[in-house]
């Protein structure tokens, strides 16, 4: 089993009486996700897509990479939000997230077009000068401002440097299939496209096209990736709480939120998974957080935030709850060395395994944070292997649907989104905004 959950450090928050009374909503709202009969029902693409995906599409994935493997020194992932999130927490969590610094075979990966700093995009430029490039831009609408000025850029750049014809050769699409300005664009340039299917939604897209190109360029077993959501995909559609971990986990955080933790903390004890969990906030962040409802999602790295966060957590404002992942088999060995002069007196650990040092802090800030008054929800992953990452993906993604159906909130659709961006139109002077913009400007 790749992913287990322990309750031993909620039993002083949580009773299984408390448990047992969202059973029945819980099993209800996996329901309506089953049945596609909840609010945002047309977005359910991601349940069945373990067994479901378009097998022609994967095989081509996998040519594309093997192309761009040979053809580029660096690939340059354009996305935002979940057109990048997923794939980046994947090449951090199975590889590094100093990917683009190990001795490899495959080409570096740089993402872009996730900001609007000119910074980050002049020195990423600096970077690819005299490099052969490709590019896999990503973005369902084919309209998202920060990935689509990105791509003006390096389209440019690329027909700049190999000639029309030649960039085609590395410039990779990644769409909506038909709808949008992008797909036409690309059909018409010639450039070789895979698809954002209409029913997944951009935080559950890693396992489609958006997130397995990139992943696949850097030499994660994909297959494996989707044989691990294929098992969460079977264990997770259980109606039977003590078989369904991600029907457990959903119950504990709408418990822990009726008693008032609206904060949750996702805790790493590793920087690879960092990245990972930046793709869980926008998943639960974007899909509970609306209608004056959600958990807000915060993240850390332990023990590298106990020396700054630490102390809130430990002391703070009663407010929130833990949820720590612990990779159980961290990948590599590490042993503390002997030395002579001891100045730090740590000779007694000498001779242990960094992980097992590691693992003991783990255990030593569940204990204290509970008696800090802090749950924590424990979740054992077995491994950071491609297989454990699409477990962890889909077990993550059916607790939030469920989640946020107990919640009562659609959480397929992320309509505060748009505010921002209607400002920023409005401002920079797009055509059809001019009221607005005279609105806002008499408000700066
Ligand atoms: O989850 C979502 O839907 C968003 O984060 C989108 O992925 C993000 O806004 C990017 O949109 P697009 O892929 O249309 O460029």
């Known amino acids: 089993m790749s992913l287990t959950i322990s309750t031993n450090y909620i039993k002083k ?28 029902n047309d977005f359910l693409g991601w349940v069945n897509l373990p067994k479901n995906y378009d097998k022609d599409e994967f095989k081509r994935i996998k040519i594309a990479a093997e192309k761009i493997k040979k053809n580029s020194d660096i690939l340059v992932v354009i996305g935002i939000g979940g057109s990048y999130l997923g794939a980046r927490a994947a090449i951090e969590f199975c590889k590094s997230p100093i990917y683009n610094n190990l001795k490899k075979d495959t080409p570096d990966i740089y993402f872009a077009g996730n900001n609007i700093s000119t910074t980050a995009l002049s020195e990423l430029l600096s970077i690819c000068e005299g490099k052969d490039i490709s590019v896999n831009v990503i973005s369902k609408s084919g309209t998202t401002t920060e990935p689509a000025i990105a791509f ?56 489609t096209a958006v997130g397995l190109l990139p992943i696949a360029v850097a030499g994660i077993d994909i297959d494996k990736m989707m044989s691990g959501a294929c098992d969460a995909m079977n264990k997770f559609t259980s109606d039977n709480i003590n078989d369904n971990e991600a029907m457990k986990y959903a119950i504990i955080r709408n418990v822990l939120l009726r ?123 077995e491994d950071r292997s491609a297989y454990s990452f699409g477990y962890a993906v889909y077990f993550f993604e059916m607790a939030c649907a469920i989640s946020g159906y107990i919640l009562g909130v659609n959480p397929f659709n992320q309509p505060g989104v748009e505010e921002y961006k209607k400002n920023m139109f409005a401002l920079l002077g797009k055509p059809g905004y001019e009221d607005m913009r005279d609105e806002l400007k008499k408000r700066m």
């Open 152 to 207: 003006r850029v390096f389209k440019k750049l690329l027909i700049e440097k190999y000639g029309e014809d030649e960039a085609k050769n590395h410039i990779f699409v990644t769409t909506d299939k038909a709808k949008g300005t992008l797909k036409k664009f690309s059909d018409e340039a010639g450039y070789e496209t895979f698809v954002v299917p209409d029913d997944v939604g951009g935080r559950y897209s890693v396992l």
């Open 259 to 381: 008693k008032g933790k609206g904060t949750e903390i996702l805790v790493g004890y590793e920087p690879y998974m960092l990245m990972f969990n930046e793709w869980w906030k926008q998943l639960y962040g974007e899909s509970e957080g609306k209608d004056k409802k959600g958990i807000f999602p915060a993240s850390v790295i332990f023990s590298t935030d106990l020396h700054s966060l630490g102390q809130y957590i430990q002391d703070g404002q009663r407010n929130l709850f833990e949820t720590v992942i612990n990779v159980k088999n961290p990948g590599a060995k590490f042993v503390i060395p002997e030395d002579s002069a001891n100045v730090d007196g740590l000779n007694f650990i000498a001779g242990k395994e960094l992980d097992y040092v590691n693992k003991t802090a783990m255990i030593a800030t569940l204990m204290a944070h509970n008696d800090g008054g802090v749950a924590n929800i424990l979740l054992e992953l």
């Open 13 to 40: 928050f949580v009773s299984d009486e408390e448990i047992s009374n969202l059973v029945p909503f819980a099993q209800q709202a996996l329901k309506l996700v089953l049945n596609k009969n909840g609010a945002g």
